[in-house]
């Protein structure tokens, strides 16, 4: 009986878009889901890279010219984004291995925001350095 | 569970090495990151430069094994995005054979170019 | 005592629907007034079709589990005034089938749950120093864990992955590691070790944000990790 009840009873979840459904949650909710949106973009990134490194088999000329593009504003601007998503991934990541050993999973608030403030000076110290270089 | 390829190994092992690699990494794309755009004057390298730096063997060493580790983390990551979407055994077999193939030729393709420009 | 209209807005579903809806009530409280009794007044004054499940009103049963303004929570201990909204939305846990309204079919929760052998006694850590009765070795309590299905609806893997064990269960297990009581251990382990237990979590640690009976699910299965890996670099009893 309680199994043919079930199948009319549809099940209400959230799929793929439940881990950036950070309304009302709390603070290792959002961790979670900024550190999946980091890593996939950091994915992303890293095919991004690679697929450009093959400029390099092309010669100087190729990737000089490419070299000399990648020195603009925007690209620079994307550089200091991708420091941020790079900084935030690594050191929330370290949290994520420390709690998920069972270190620290009771004061995982207080790592996250130390860790963080680590990573908002890297990030300006590393942005300067693009920038003004 | 015993079986073959990724799924062979414990979900404790992977996990961990999830986590070594990362951490790994933290010290890997720190240097590679301060080497290629903080050293570097004008934090980018021209051609010629980039030569010039790949020709130093310690060099060479470090970026293949950045590669290989970086491969590893994205790819074994990549699973585990995937493998929270719940995926019928067939899909999680068929996945990982994909994975496991794009992050070997992600490292084939990165060994073939430092060959190539070196 | 001051009272005060509030405006209800409920989640509304019917076997048959091809969608759910919300309904708007509005709701005479005071300070006192709980959303479960609120609920009760919709249903008892307004509504007589709609459909909630509660027990014991004291947060001992687990069985009013709900999301008031979208997070999980016990209705018969939720203040309707403290939750400061002028509406208040009402909808059913997540990520279990959908019976009628706020209603949800726990049976998948207690499928899973059971497998994890049930560990409803412990060694109770508040009496060490009490005298115990003659013949009785020490003094017990009930577990904490009161199966409400709060932290099943909160966590974000649960929500994509249909197949992993789920807070509640995770932490069972943990609860039997510490102490078994005649369970056979390792089984259980292999069980948990799997490609749908404890190493999906991502300590996003939303099951023990809303946990409301101090279970704290995610320090268990952190603990459960930190034991398997133990195990598996040979520093624990295997």
């Not at chain 3, 009103?57 to 201990?77: D, F, I, Q």
């Not at chain 3, 003659?134 to 992955?161: N, Y």
Request: with cysteine; net charge neutral; proline share 4%.
């Amino acid at each position: 009986m309680l199994q043919e009840t079930r199948v009319l009873h549809p099940v209400r979840r959230r799929g793929w878009k439940g881990w950036f459904a950070v309304r009302k949650r709390h603070l290792g909710y959002v961790a979670f889901a900024l550190n999946r949106l980091t890593g996939l973009g950091l994915v992303l990134y890293l095919i991004i890279h690679l697929v450009v490194l093959s400029l390099l088999a092309r010669g100087p000329e190729t990737w000089d010219a490419f070299i000399e593009l990648a020195k603009s504003p925007a690209f620079l601007l994307l550089d200091v984004i991708l420091l941020a998503g790079i900084l935030f991934h690594g050191l929330n990541g370290l949290r994520v291995i420390l709690v998920g050993l069972g270190i620290g999973v009771h004061r995982h608030k207080e790592l996250f925001w130390g860790l963080m403030l680590l990573a908002a000076i890297l990030l300006i110290f590393g942005a300067w350095g693009f920038l003004v270089v | 569970m015993k079986g073959n390829g990724i799924q062979g190994i414990s979900g404790a092992v992977r996990w961990l090495l999830q986590a070594v690699s990362g951490l790994l990494l933290i010290v890997l794309l720190g240097v590679h990151m301060i080497a290629n755009h903080y050293i570097a004057a004008g934090g980018l390298r021209t051609y010629e430069e980039v030569v010039a730096y790949l020709s130093h063997p310690v060099v060479l060493a470090w970026e293949v094994i950045f590669l290989i580790i970086v491969t590893f983390h994205a790819v074994l990551g990549v699973r585990s995005v995937l493998y929270d979407l719940g995926l019928s055994p067939g899909t999680q077999r068929r996945l990982d054979r994909l994975v496991g193939l794009v992050g070997i030729g992600a490292v084939l393709y990165g060994l073939w170019l430092l060959w190539a420009i070196t | 005592m001051s009272e005060q209209k509030v405006t209800f807005r409920v989640f509304r579903y019917k076997q048959g629907d091809t969608a759910p809806h919300y309904d708007t009530f509005t709701v005479t409280v005071n300070e006192r007034t709980t959303v479960l009794e609120a609920l009760q007044a919709i249903r008892r004054d307004q509504d007589g079709t709609l459909v909630i499940r509660h027990s014991c009103h004291h947060a001992s049963c687990g069985t009013c589990g709900m999301r008031v303004n979208g997070k999980e929570v016990l209705a018969c201990v939720t203040n309707v005034l403290e939750l400061g909204t002028p509406t208040v939305t009402v909808e059913p846990l997540q990520n279990a089938p959908l019976i009628s309204d706020l209603v949800v079919d726990m049976g998948p929760f207690y499928e899973t749950f059971s497998q994890a052998h049930l560990p409803f006694v412990r060694r109770s850590e508040y009496l060490p120093d009490a005298e115990v009765a003659e013949g009785v070795p020490f003094h017990m309590r009930f577990e904490s864990c009161i199966e409400c299905g709060l932290c099943v609806s909160a966590c974000p893997v649960v929500a994509s992955d249909a197949e992993y064990l789920g807070p509640a269960a995770l932490a069972a297990v943990w609860r039997v590691v510490q102490e078994p009581r005649g369970t056979e251990v390792p089984p259980l382990l292999d069980w948990v070790n799997s490609e749908h237990g404890c190493w999906r979590c991502h300590v996003a640690l939303e099951c023990s944000e809303v946990c409301p009976s101090n279970v704290d699910p995610g320090g268990n299965i952190m603990a459960l990790r930190q034991e398997l890996v133990r195990r598996a670099l040979g520093l624990s009893r295997g």
